[in-house]
Nanobody, 123 residues
Framework: QVQLVESGGGSVQAGGSLRLSCAAD????????MGWYRQVPTKGREEVAG???????NYAASVAGRFTISRDNVKATLYLQMNNLKPEDTAMYYC?????????????????WGQGTQVTVSS
């Protein structure tokens, strides 16, 4: 069981920035397919940004141009730099990893989730 630990969430005003980190326990998963998701209580979990095995990146339309996903395979850590945050970005953010991709995001094949980190953006 791979452990994924998110950090970096917090409360910011609109227009501010946060950087989320997801530390993976296991070099194997650091080289697998990884992604960021978010969820608010009234909605299902949605894809935010994904990075494939080959380093291809995809962003949800709502965050493209504001968020940047990156990974450090040496540190086995996934990042999400979030700039120009908006109140609608308020959610619990989760990282996930899988040895396989479904498109640009981790497939449900042996997919592991972190515990989540809360991001709150005030207007």
């Amino acid at each position: 069981q791979v452990q994924l630990v998110e950090s970096g969430g917090g409360s910011v005003q609109a227009g501010g920035s946060l950087r989320l980190s997801c530390a993976a326990d296991g070099v194997t998963y650091s080289r697998g397919c990884m992604g960021w998701y978010r969820q608010v209580p009234t909605k299902g979990r949605e894809e935010v940004a994904g990075i494939s095995l080959n380093g291809y990146i995809n962003y949800a339309a709502s965050v493209a141009g504001r968020f940047t996903i990156s990974r450090d395979n040496v540190k086995a850590t996934l990042y999400l730099q979030m700039n120009n945050l908006k109140p609608e970005d308020t959610a619990m953010y989760y990282c996930a990893a899988s040895p396989r991709c479904s498109g640009y995001y981790p497939s449900d094949y042996h997919r592991d989730w972190g515990q989540g980190t809360q991001v709150t953006v005030s207007s």
